[in-house]
Structures are given as C-alpha cells and as structure tokens.
C-alpha cells in the first residue's frame, strides 16, 4: 500500500484498560498452579506480552517462538511454517500462547497443535485482536482482548512491511483519497 493513511481503531487508553481486565482473568484462572509459561508469537505480540505480563499478579514466565503465515505485506500464504523455536521444556506445564491478532486462525490452530504434542499440562489461547470475519479454522481462544472488522491493522506490534510497529494505539491502513 503506497499512499495510505492512518485511522485510530482502538485507542491507547482502552488497549491499557483491557489488557488488565484480561490479566486479572488469567490471574485467576492460574491462581492454583505452579507456573505459567507464556508463549509469545514473534514478532508482533511482543508488545502486547511485555505489558500483559507486568500485569499479572502469578508466578510467569516468558517464552518466545515465531511463526510465519505471510510472505511479506499483506499477501496471505496457505501454511504456516515455524521459524524459531522457545528453549523452555513445557512438558508438564501450563502453556498459555499469545498472540498479537488472529486472522484465518491457521497460525494460533498450527501452534495449538504443536505444543500439544510436547505433552503440556495445558495449552490455552490469548489474543489482542481477531478479525470475526476472515475465520478459515476455528481455532478456540480462551482469552480475547477486542473484535475488529476485516481492515489490516497497525500499532502496538503490528506492522505493515516493518513500518507503524510501535505507535501506542491500533490503527487501521486506508488507501488514501
Ligand atoms: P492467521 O494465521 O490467523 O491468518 O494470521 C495471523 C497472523 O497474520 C498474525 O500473527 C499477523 O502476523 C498477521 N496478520 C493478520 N492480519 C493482520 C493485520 O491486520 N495486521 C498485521 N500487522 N498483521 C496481521
């Protein structure tokens, strides 16, 4: 997209307001465990895990893995391929993956299915944004911060060939005029 423009979707305020609201939830839900190993998906949850992860009030750890479902822009490619795998063995351990946005649904159901055969505890899901619209396979999350129509969204870790990645709120790219 050459010539776009910006259009504030979900402002810094309500961003902060609902990753605490969604932190308290999953402090509760995981009050009774050991640990929980939180799974971030490079690049584009990073953002949203740092600020997830000060805000829960249990024992935590943070992972990383990254996957890669687009080839570059915003052109849709029909599989998911991992790029770099976490160091932590989750044998045993409650897995709680987090996403920055989830789309068709093809990556979170990917992942979902891989660390499932690493015998976790559990494995649970947890999204900034999904797109209701654009689902292809219905992967199940447990935890979901907001509801977006189908427009290719930045900000707050996402971006658009590198670019917008780290502006405060969530924006939506419209081509200009
Ligand atoms: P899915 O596998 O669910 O189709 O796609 C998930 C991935 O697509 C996300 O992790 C993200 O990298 C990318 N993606 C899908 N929609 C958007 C969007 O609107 N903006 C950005 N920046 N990335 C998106």
Known sequence: MEDYELEILISEADIERRVGELAQQISRDYADEDELVL???LKGAFVFLADLSRKLSIPRVIEFIAVSS???GST???SV???MDMRE??????????EDIVDTGRTL???VELLSTRNPKS???CALVRKPDRTEIDATL???GFEIPDVWVVGYGLDYDEQNRTLPHIAAMKPKG
């Open 76 to 78: 849709a490619s029909n």
């Open 70 to 72: 687009y080839e570059e």
């Open 123 to 125: 494995v649970k899901t």
């Open 109 to 111: 159901h990917f992942l």
């Open 81 to 83: 391929r991992l790029v």
């Open 89 to 98: 063995n989750i044998e045993g351990k409650q897995v709680l993956i987090v």
């Open 142 to 144: 447990d935890y979901l």
């Open 39 to 41: 799974v971030g998906v």
